[in-house]
Every structure is written in structure tokens, then in C-alpha cells.
């Protein structure tokens, strides 16, 4: 028994002294690294609580004042875009007249003596506006039964599905009562549609075709990638200017090609839909070459393996750019279909410049009208178009990026 209890006794002892803790040989006392253990414990928490507080202290002394300036910058403007929204300020000698006005600007737009800049004129629809309504409606209707039917969606998600329904129907309304009918005129909420849409649309095909024909082992094709990127380097009052000299067909530096056109006394300006193809081409000019280097790299970080195996299969390029390319690169074009949705709702430089939104209204776009009410010092008026810009590109973005996750589910 004495022996079996030394053994253990030896065990417990180098057990002890092979771990981290201090070793406490007296009760209490004085242990075998030369420290009191009553004293030990409080010791490594007061080490640890100065750890602490020396972490909380770098971090408000570097990172918070940092967080607080960014949330300032990006606050502040918000709640006093709001302010200016409900207010009605009116500039005098010495002082500013500001009067609360309520929702007073909202209602001017939408229903008072500025819908028709705002909205546009809107008459009855031809047979053919009918037609697309219907089918604009049924479609709409079609996919929030399919998203339904898929995945039943909670009480507020049916709610949210119901009122984007609602506002597509809205925006369906008001589209074919502008464009296809007898009479109407599109205002800037449809022009600014007009250059989201059309113009995306045209810059996403030319830079797809411009990317597919520079990763084919063609002759000067790496001078072609150089000479494509360069409209990106020019300014867009620069791109704006250029487009305005380049349209004049009267003396400008294409006066000889409009003359053998027949189109010396044609002026664009003076033809809305002439001014606003104008406009889409100039924004088109700058911005496709963003989506030719962005598309372009999607390519060629492809595997070529296994295009190199379908093609040995008996697959066609077509067939292999359609299976196999296209679905490679559809996450790298829903971003940058999406950075170029936010940013074509805010063009104003290339219809400011380039027709100064006319005729009359015609190019007008919806930061266009709000710069120029800001220019008139109507802050009131701009802040509300603002914030209505605002809504409406949230409305888009969330319902793009809603469509592209149900497509996405339904192929996976």
C-alpha cells in the first residue's frame, strides 16, 4: 500500500509539472515558479482585462472616428435631401425662407402641374399598346404564380410580391399610354427607362460579339483589345462634346457623309427620337468597352478543355458557345448588367450636353430634371426627384436580382 501509494503520489506530482498551471505544492502558499497562488489568478485577469482594454482603445482611436466620418458623409446628405423634399425654400437678401410643405413636391410630380415633364402625356392606347399591356400583364401575372407555386412565400413576402406586381402593371400602364397611343409623350421616367433598357440591351450584345471575336486567334487582335478601351478613358463631358460635333450635319467633321446622305439640313435635336437614338449612341460608345473587358476575361478564364471536348464530340461552336460559354459567364453578366442598370439610371452628362434635353423634353431623364429644378434653386422639387429616382432603381435592382435568383434555382 505505501509503495502503490508513492507511485501515485509521483504521478500526480509530474501530471502537474507538465502542465501549463502553476503548481501549488502548500494549500495556498507559494508555488513551485515562485508566485503566490492567491495572487496568481488575479494577476493574469488584470493582465487580461489590460489586453482588453488596450484592443477597445485601438479600436476607437483608429477605427471609429473613421466609421463615424464615412456614416456622416452618408447620413447627413440623406436626412437633409429629406428636409429639402418637404420644404419649400425660397432665397431672399440676408435669409432663407424655408416652409414645410409636406409631401407638396411628391404630389406636383406625380399628379400636379408637373406630371406631364415627370410622367408624360398619357392617352388611350392604340390596338397594338393593348396587345402588349395584355401580354406584359399575363407574363407578370404568369411569373408571380410561378414563384407561388415554387416556393410559398411568407405573409410579407406576399405582400412584397403583390405590390412589385402592381408597380410592373403601373410601369406597363404608363408605357404603352406615352409610347403607343395616339397623342402621348413619354416623360422622363419613361426616357430614363428607355435609356436603361434599350441601351443596356445594345452594349451588352456589342461587347459579347466584340469579346468572342478577341479570343479568336485572329491577326492584330491584341491591338484591337488596346483600341477597343479607349472610349473608357475619355470623360463623359468629353464623350458628350465629341458626340456633339460628330452629329452636327452642318459643319462638322462628318458634314461630307452627312451631305452624300442627304442629310445636310437634318438636325437631330429637332426629331425626339432621333435625339434620344442620339443620346443612346453616345452613352453606348463610352460604355461598351467596360463590358467588352469585363465579358472578355470571363472568356478566357474558361477551361478550354472542355470546350476542346465538345468540339471533339461533334458539338458546333454555336452549340458550344450557347451550352457550355454563355452559362460559364452568367454571374460575371448579371453583375455587370447590374453596375450598368444603377449607373444608366443617373445619366445626365451625354443628354445634357449633347441635345440639353430636348427637344422640348424629349431626352430629358430624371437626374436631368432634378439637376435642372436644383439649377432654378427649386431644391424642393430636385430633392423629391431624387428620391423618387431613388426608389425606382431600388424597385429595378431588387426585382432583377429577384428574377435572376429564381432562374438560377430553376436551373440548378
Known sequence: MPKDGTSNSLRTLRALASSDRPLDLNGGGPTLDGSDSRTAAPRRAIASLG??????????????PAVLVVLFLSIFPLVVSVTLSITHLVFQKGHIQADLVGLTNYTTLLFGTERNHFLGVLKTPTPIGWLLLAAGVGGTLRALAGSLRNRPPSAAGLILR????????GFLWLLVSTLFSEGGRPGAVVVTFIYVFVGISVQYLIG?????????????????????????TITPVGVGYMFKMMTDTGKGPFEPVWAAL????FTWVTDPWAARVAVMIGDAWQWIPFMFIVLLAAL????????????????????????????????????IILIRMIESFKIIDMPNILTGGGPGTATQSLTLESYLDWRTLNLGRSAAIAYLLLVIVTVAATMYLGFVRRRATVAA
Open 208 to 232: 459579347l460579339g466584340l469579346a468572342v471575336l478577341a479570343v479568336q486567334r485572329l491577326a492584330g487582335r491584341r491591338f484591337f483589345r488596346v483600341v477597343f478601351l479607349i472610349p473608357l
Open 162 to 169: 403583390l405590390l412589385a406586381s402592381v408597380l410592373v402593371g
Open 300 to 335: 478566357e478564364g474558361q477551361d478550354q478543355e472542355v470546350q476542346e471536348a465538345s468540339l471533339v464530340d461533334g458539338a458546333s461552336r454555336w452549340q458550344t458557345f450557347r451550352h457550355i460559354s454563355m452559362p460559364a459567364i452568367v454571374p460575371v453578366s448579371t453583375t
Open 262 to 265: 442627304g442629310l445636310t439640313h
Open 51 to 64: 489586453a482588453l482594454r488596450s484592443d477597445s482603445s485601438a479600436r476607437w482611436l483608429f477605427i471609429w
